[in-house]
């Protein structure tokens, strides 16, 4: 099994930045594809940014340019760094571990709050 804690969520003005830590228990972090989802109030769950066991990056076409999502085998740690932060990023994040034959891993999650 694998265990996700997120981190770094928090109040930011419009404009601001925040990175997300995302730590993951177990040693076959490596294998695994990352992602980023988020939800806000009244809306469904989301994809914000995936990184694969490769390296390979996508993201959702509303923080392109905004959102960096990288990982850190050596400390089972993926990130989100994330600039110009908009009121419409309030959401609260979570962190997703996944690979084929083995079940979708979730945190509990971390609440970012963009209001001035």
């Known amino acids: 099994q694998v265990q996700l804690v997120e981190s770094g969520g928090g109040l930011v003005q419009p404009g601001g930045s925040l990175r997300l830590s995302c730590a993951a228990s177990?040693?076959?972090?490596?294998?695994?594809?990352m992602g980023w989802y988020r939800q806000a109030p009244g809306k469904e769950r989301e994809l914000v940014a995936a990184?694969?066991?490769?390296?390979?990056?996508n993201y959702a076409d509303s923080v392109k340019g905004r959102f960096t999502i990288s990982r850190d085998n050596a400390k089972n740690t993926v990130y989100l760094q994330m600039i110009n932060l908009k009121p419409e990023d309030t959401a609260v994040y979570y962190c997703?571990?996944?690979?084929?034959?083995?079940?979708?891993?979730w945190g509990k999650g971390t609440l970012v709050t963009v209001s001035s």
């Open positions: 997703q571990a996944t690979r084929p034959y083995d079940m979708n891993y």
């Open positions: 177990g040693r076959t972090f490596s294998s695994y594809a």
């Open positions: 990184i694969t066991e490769g390296g390979s990056t």
